[in-house]
């Protein structure tokens, strides 16, 4: 209540400036509760004190530090947004830097972890959208405050921030509650109607290297929640504040449309960053995304991304064991390992290729492939009208 109250403030006009230039009006400001810090170094502190807490307290809830001259306040100057549990308590803070020039304070700097507030075990915004989520069975993970807020004028009320940490396993465990259970082996099956079974969660991820290793965290986590993740990645790189500001509120509700499946993305996000065009550059996607294919513990879906993948590195369906390096009634010999017509059949084209490089235990074709996977050469994964070329 205070630092919302303080948001009025003369000396607040820098914090009401940044606010209308990313497209929120006062209204919306005081639906999230924004407010602001004075930029004095005991406000806060003078005026709990007056209100009867002890520094002890204070202290304690991550408002205050102790200096050499006793307490003063943790934030300053700043854009307040708080940070609620479910029920609608605030718990803390997050904030942001106003004076750019100040590069010795950090830009973002949240309430520290106290006896209420862990980082790991809320998600902002979650108080405003946990009715949304419920309803639709959707959550949009999102990377910051403003973009939340952005979500949620746009028309996207189901989307959440996690605060200043990595979306992890307690973050699960909160979005799996309100989406309800999500054991059904349907789960993340995109129906005709546009929604998927069981709900969805869906990251905004970057397309840059962050957004991977965040995405490879997500698909670690937890393979049935993973099963219904999604990833809308906007090709431009811009979050949902920025692109609510620059193409409207319907380009948020695209983007989040735009979602494909967390395993899509992620093999995707490897053979993006790979020449394609290059015998190597396909031998390399091959090995860099075999360990996530297998990964995949679903076996109908491990099978099915198999498929995908060859498609995805552009390969000739009938190459390799069924024809070019398979003529009928011939036993072939590929890096040393024999393989009959009878076993050969068993896969075909480049779908063999994959299963010997990820499922090495496939009975007694797996025996035999098991010593392929570092025998595999450029010239091995030639078709045959490639050679010929």
Known sequence: ???????????????????????????MCQHFGVGYSPQS?????????????????????????????????????????????????????????LDDSDKDSPKYLNTPETAIYKKSQVLYGLDLAKKAIAADRKVVIVEGYTDVMAAHVAGVPYAVATCGTAFGSEHVKIVRRLL????????????SSGRARGGEVIFTFDGDAAGQKAALRAFHEDQNFASQTFVAVEKSGMDPCDLRLARGDQAVKALVESRIPLFEFVIRSVIDHVDLRTVEGRVSALRQCAPVVAGIKDQALRREYTRELAGWLGMVPSGLLSGALCPAGQR??????GVSPREAGRCRGWEWVLLALIWPTLGALGRRLARLPGRVRPRDLVTRVERQA
């Not at 309800?180 to 129906?191: T, Y």
């Not at 072939?332 to 390992?337: F, H, L, R, T």
């Open 1 to 27: 209540m205070v630092s919302r109250a303080q948001l009025g403030s003369p000396e607040a006009h820098a914090g009401r400036t940044f606010l209308a230039q990313r497209g929120f009006t006062q209204e």
């Open 41 to 97: 170094w005991d406000a806060l502190t003078k005026h709990l004190r007056s209100r009867g807490f002890t520094d002890a307290e204070i202290q304690a809830a991550g408002l205050a530090s102790q200096g050499n001259r006793g307490l003063y306040d943790r934030f300053r100057g700043r854009l307040m947004w708080p940070i609620r549990d479910i029920t609608g308590a605030t718990v803390g803070f997050g904030a942001r830097r």
């Open 180 to 191: 309800g259970d999500v054991a059904d082996p349907a789960a993340g099956v995109v129906l």
């Open 332 to 337: 072939q010999w590929i890096g040393g390992v």
